[in-house]
């Protein structure tokens, strides 16, 4: 079968290019770096990559597209695209071999396959808004013919860097559909546990003292555990006495479940 490219960038500050394999021109998009000096931790990145996985759903199923699902080694091919743009954003990796080379490094086959790239927007949602109001990258979130997604978020002085890498292949089991973050989940790692819990009172801690919060939209969303909009040391409580009951065999799928 044919493959099929597709190719977007969003850049730093001017202007950004959307170009496909297929064409013969390029069209151009302008796309504000909206904020820079971020520091977020890996946790942070991981729960972003998430949140931008779940947003390309939320535009694809509000268009009646079906949703993508998350396959693991796209998600890493995806991580590999965004370290390397810190180096040189372009559709070309720093070897100068062309992106997609980067899934036969990983014995990754497939049928269609598509690349966004971004730099400089702060969060899922403000890199997301650019991506839609570019007609090349928006092509590539609600292409019908994609089937999974990998997203990969790194940062570099300061900035952040985003890579989407979309794919149409064979069935695979592996391949999940990326959800919101789970309550309790603080650090994005699947599990609500002791690490979760530590998490919660250190940012309890430094709200306490004044200082600025660490914690992002997500993070407070899934560490307010009892729903009366804090994150405080209660939440903690209850994210250790929820660890103790699964430690223990404990069946209930969510913290919430085993609140009520």
Same mark, same amino acid.
């Given at each position: 079968m044919k493959k099929m490219f597709g190719l977007a960038a969003a850049v730093l500050i001017a202007a950004g290019c959307a170009v496909s394999a297929n064409a013969d021109a390029a069209g151009l998009s302008s796309v504000s770096l909206r904020e820079q000096n971020v520091s977020l931790s890996e946790a942070d990145l991981a729960e972003y990559a998430n949140r931008v996985a779940v947003l390309v759903n939320n535009e694809r199923?509000? $268009?009646?597209?079906?949703?993508?699902?998350? @396959?693991?080694? @796209?998600?890493?091919?995806?991580?590999?695209?965004?370290e390397e743009i810190t180096n040189v954003f372009d559709h070309v990796r720093p070897d100068? $071999?062309?992106? /997609?080379?980067?899934?036969?490094? @990983?014995?990754? $086959?497939?049928?269609?396959v598509g690349e966004n790239i971004a730099a400089g927007q702060s969060t899922p949602e403000i890199v997301?808004?650019?991506?839609? *109001?570019?007609?090349?990258? $928006?092509? *590539?979130? @609600?292409?019908?013919? /994609?089937?999974?997604?990998?997203?990969g978020v790194t940062q570099k002085n300061g900035t952040l860097y985003w890579s989407q890498i979309f794919m149409q292949h064979d069935?695979?089991?592996?391949? /999940?559909?990326?959800?919101?973050?789970?309550?309790? &989940?603080? *650090?994005?790692?699947?599990?609500? &546990?002791?690490?979760d819990a530590s998490a919660i009172l250190s940012e309890y801690g430094r709200l306490s003292s004044g200082a600025a919060a660490s914690f992002s939209a997500e993070q407070k969303k899934a560490g307010d555990v009892d729903g009366n909009s804090m994150t405080d040391s209660k939440d903690a409580s209850y994210v250790l006495a929820y660890y103790s009951y699964l430690s223990a065999g404990g069946s209930a799928a969510d913290i919430k479940q085993w609140m009520k």
């Open positions: 199923r509000s $268009r009646g597209v079906p949703e993508l699902r998350v @396959l693991p080694k @796209l998600q890493t091919a995806a991580q590999i695209r965004a100068g $071999r062309k992106c /997609f080379t980067v899934l036969g490094d @990983l014995g990754q $086959r497939y049928y269609y997301m808004q650019s991506w839609m *109001n570019s007609e090349g990258h $928006r092509s *590539n979130i @609600l292409l019908s013919d /994609f089937m999974y997604i990998g997203v069935e695979y089991a592996d391949a /999940f559909y990326p959800t919101s973050q789970k309550c309790g &989940d603080v *650090n994005s790692d699947g599990k609500v &546990d002791s690490k």
